[in-house]
């Protein structure tokens, strides 16, 4: 079964930074786009980045985090990552790897971002 672990979320002060991982396994990783998604308490799920598979590693970030997050992957780790600086406190939330194989999502765990001072 497809399975994707979330890591690196922790607490830090506003304006710095935390590099997130997703280790994915157990489906053909290169060939699919990767997307991290957070949710904050209260909040619906909300994309924050995307990276297409392929041959083409093209990326998309939403508006409220252009220019400070950055996904990235390394298709021989199957891995993906979010390098996320300049943080703010509403960045605050759970932050979710996610895929779509077909018609199903699949979702890590989780991992909590917390932003405060």
């Known amino acids: 079964q497809v399975q994707l672990v979330e890591s690196g979320g922790g607490d830090v002060q506003p304006g710095g930074s935390l590099r997130l991982s997703c280790a994915a396994s157990?489906?053909?990783?290169?060939?699919?786009?990767m997307k991290w998604y957070r949710q904050a308490p209260g909040k619906e799920r909300e994309l924050v980045a995307g990276i297409v598979g392929g041959s083409s590693g093209s990326t998309n970030y939403a508006d409220s985090v252009k220019g400070r997050f950055t996904i990235s992957r390394d298709n021989a780790k199957t891995a993906v990552y979010l390098q996320m600086n300049s943080l703010r406190p509403e960045d605050t939330a759970i932050y979710y790897c996610?895929?779509?194989?077909?018609?199903?999502?699949?979702w890590g765990q989780g991992t909590q971002v917390t932003v405060s001072s």
């Open positions: 996610n895929v779509l194989i077909g018609k199903t999502d699949y």
């Open positions: 157990r489906f053909p990783f290169s060939w699919y786009t």
